[in-house]
């Protein structure tokens, strides 16, 4: 079965699933070079289709998603149309909510957003503009309404209860065994629709944004059953466009219940504040995350955990609102020069630090408290598990994620590398193929699912062509060995970028679009936030072969391949990569890693360190580069020692 996977939000990608198996990804900002951009293009789905080696016509289902009251900007794809209308062949699979709809005399018009051409035709709010015209390539023709566009559903089937909204306390008392029972919720988040690409008329569903975030998580943990939370930065808390609580059993996700936080937001504002970042969903959250340690949680207070519905009964007030005032007004309370507040060269100052670990604490114990009650609630319903996975932007969080890891009731935890909203589009997919399809999971530890190396190919003639075009200006030459000639660089405390074949999905380089360097340097900080045009307080993560991770490292999952977790660096000879609470957030090499785990064997056999600094291969504000050209344009403009791709050593031409 092929399923064609369409998500139109930010982070725009496309997915073909081939059996269940991913056999294309294209994520749209990696090829138009604009950061989190929204939708798709026609070059994207064509580029998927033939990376996937199919045609249109080989498509039997799409699954289209998007972000939370985005519109699906057809008109950016020739030949596309989408009707919210279902497909003869969609009658196979039942539509609760189809039903639900027509109980109250709607239809799906009735309820679709398109809230993007009015906020950047309006300006309004501030805040929305200012995130969604910093990622909308299009933004000037969306304002005028040149694209053609068909609204967004985000709410489904909707419990009474979830309604009313519950806090996280509330929540965990209630028995939702029942819920394992309801075709309503099993089958009421998606729409039947119609696809028409290029005259062919496909059978299609829309896919609630939390589904597919729950979908693109569950369906690729290896898991039999699980627990399933998702969150991202959206929302106040109210309805379910925050996230959900899912349970996972075999092919199937059942939504259990809304967790109404509203921490990512919080997270989100708070990092504004701080000016870390210019707007929402443009912005670099993780900057916040890598602030706190330089910080301590004086702001913190425990009356704070809880979701939106415990802050307004406590506090009349929603949850980010009442943290950044409380924030500020204790620091001037306690006598902070709050002139350094947002003020850039003074980042690390109290004012600044202490606002960020006490917004880190206090994310981590609502998001520890949300799984806590989550795992009370499960237990009340006799649904017994120990895994949990987590999904949406806020589970790229690594020091929360590693508290899950240490102190949360679940015994094993997964966190998808594609976790933020580029994942969408596998997990559209995803839900057709086994929630709507009922195809069975895959054999359990199938490590295509959950491999981050989804990028489109580079074949040897695209590097061999690209530095043709960069003749006289760099010099490249073949190297019979790349990995230990890198390695050999890396000792010589040369900086290097590592190129190597399909590049990774989510924001974490990972090996095949990296800068490496010499970890036991400490110079090599802020060199490399140098070459980056970073921060200089800004950390570092290690590279470390997973068999040698326990003897350098502490406090995390034995495999941690994707970034996603931090643990405490036993050892002083890795200053490099030490945040300054000796912390690392860590990535655990294998062979399933290509060349680049080669590269870190070969260091290892020349120093006895089985670690490698690894940042991600861009530029300020820039994707991770994905084609040859754009790396060699780095090597160019940058300070880089020399860059590896294919069987070459390139360096910049000498004047």
Not at 121 to 142: D, I, M, N, T, W
């Given at each position: 079965?092929n ?18 198996l991913i ?7 990696r ?6 951009a ?9 580029l ?10 080989d498509i ?21 149309e989408?009707?919210?209308v ?5 009658a ?28 950047l ?14 990622v ?5 023709k969306?304002a005028?309404?040149e694209?053609?566009s068909?609204?967004w ?15 996280l ?17 099993k ?10 690409l ?6 299609a569903?829309f896919?609630?944004h939390?589904?597919a ?18 969150h991202?930065?959206?929302?106040n808390?109210?309805?379910?466009q ?16 809304p967790?109404?936080l509203?921490i ?6 708070t ?8 707007a ?5 959250q993780?900057k ?10 004086v ?12 802050m ?6 929603d ?13 001037e309370?306690?006598?902070y ?5 947002g003020?850039?060269a ?6 600044n ?11 981590e ?5 949300a799984v806590s009650?989550?795992k ?5 319903s006799r649904?017994?598990?120990?895994n ?15 508290r899950?890891?240490?102190e949360s ?8 590398p ?5 994942g969408l589009?596998i ?6 193929h ?12 199938n490590?295509?699912?959950?491999s ?33 000639q890198?390695?050999?660089?890396l000792?010589?405390?040369r900086?290097?970028?590592w ?6 999905v ?22 490399v936030?140098?070459?980056k045009q970073r921060?200089?307080?800004?950390p ?18 034995a ?6 977790f931090?643990a405490?660096?036993r ?5 490099a990569?030490?945040?300054v609470?000796?912390s690392?957030?860590?990535q ?9 785990y ?15 600094l690894?940042?991600s ?9 994905e ?5 060699l344009?780095?090597?160019?403009t940058?300070k880089l ?14 004047k």
């Amino acid at each position: 079965m092929n399923i064609l996977g369409l998500h139109f939000g930010h982070d725009g990608a496309v997915c073909v699933l081939r059996d269940g198996l991913i056999a294309s990804y294209v994520l749209r900002e990696r090829h138009c070079r604009l950061k989190h951009a929204i939708g798709v293009t026609r070059a994207d789905i064509d580029l998927a289709l033939r990376e996937a080696g199919i045609e249109i016509g080989d498509i039997e289902y799409c699954a289209v998603t998007s972000t939370q009251n985005i519109e699906l900007l057809v008109g950016l794809v020739n030949g596309l149309e989408i009707r919210t209308v279902a497909h003869p062949k969609c009658a196979a699979f039942p539509s609760p909510f189809v039903e639900l709809l027509a109980q109250r005399g709607l239809s799906p018009a009735n309820v679709q957003t398109s809230s993007l051409q009015q906020i950047l035709a309006s300006g309004a709010p501030e805040l929305q503009y200012a995130a969604y015209s910093a990622v909308c390539v299009e933004r000037e023709k969306v304002a005028r309404g040149e694209i053609a566009s068909v609204g967004w559903i985000d709410n489904y089937v909707m419990l009474d209860q979830w309604q009313q909204g519950a806090t996280l306390e509330e929540m965990s008392r209630r028995n939702v065994a029942a819920l394992l029972d309801s075709a309503a919720l099993k089958y009421g988040f998606h729409l039947p629709a119609t696809v028409v690409l290029d005259g062919r008329e496909l059978p299609a569903f829309f896919v609630q944004h939390h589904m597919a975030h729950a979908a693109s998580v569950y369906y690729r943990a290896g898991y039999r059953e699980a627990a399933v939370l998702t969150h991202d930065g959206f929302g106040n808390g109210v309805g379910y466009q925050s996230g959900l609580i899912f349970y996972g059993r075999g092919h199937e996700l059942f939504p259990l219940a809304p967790h109404h936080l509203a921490i990512g937001a919080l997270y989100d504002h708070t990092s504004l504040a701080l000016k870390l970042h210019a707007a929402g969903v443009a912005g670099m959250q993780g900057k916040l995350m890598g602030l706190a340690p330089y910080g301590k949680p004086v702001f913190f207070h425990h009356a704070l955990v809880g979701n939106w519905y415990e802050m307004q009964r406590r506090f009349k007030q929603d949850q980010v609102g009442t943290w950044l005032r409380f924030c500020r007004q204790m620091a001037e309370n306690m006598g902070y020069d709050m002139s350094a507040l947002g003020v850039k060269a003074r980042m690390t100052e109290p004012a600044n630090a202490d606002i960020a670990a006490s917004t880190q604490k206090l994310f981590e114990e609502c998001y520890l408290y949300a799984v806590s009650m989550a795992k009370v609630m499960l237990l009340n319903s006799r649904i017994a598990t120990d895994n949990l996975c987590l999904s949406g932007g806020t589970a790229l969080n690594c020091p929360s994620n590693s508290r899950l890891y240490r102190e949360s009731p679940f015994r094993s935890i997964f966190v998808e590398p594609s976790c933020s909203d580029d994942g969408l589009a596998i997990g559209c997919a995803l839900y057709v193929h086994h929630q709507l399809a009922a195809a069975p999971l895959p054999a359990k530890g199938n490590g295509e699912l959950a491999s981050p190396y989804l990028g489109v190919p580079v074949q040897k003639r695209e590097i061999v062509e690209a530095l043709r075009r960069y003749e006289g200006r760099v010099t490249a030459r073949s190297a019979a060995n790349p990995a230990r000639q890198a390695a050999q660089d890396l000792k010589a405390d040369r900086v290097v970028g590592w190129f190597e074949g399909r590049s990774e999905v989510g924001p974490r380089a990972l090996g095949h679009r990296s800068i490496l360097a010499n970890p036991t340097i400490k110079e090599n900080w802020q060199r490399v936030n140098a070459i980056k045009q970073r921060e200089v307080w800004r950390p570092f993560a290690p590279a470390v072969l997973e068999d040698a991770a326990a003897e350098w490292f502490s406090g995390m999952p034995a495999a941690s391949p994707y970034m996603l977790f931090t643990a405490q660096v036993r050892s002083d000879r890795l200053p490099a990569i030490t945040h300054v609470d000796g912390s690392a957030r860590i990535q655990t090499v294998g062979s399933q890693c290509g060349a680049f785990y080669d590269v870190l064997r070969e260091f290892r056999e020349l120093t006895g360190v089985p670690v490698v600094l690894n940042t991600s291969f861009n530029g300020p504000g820039e994707p991770i580069v994905e084609k040859p050209a754009e790396a060699l344009d780095f090597l160019l403009t940058s300070k880089l020692d020399a860059l590896y791709m294919g069987d070459f050593r390139i360096t910049r031409a000498a004047k």
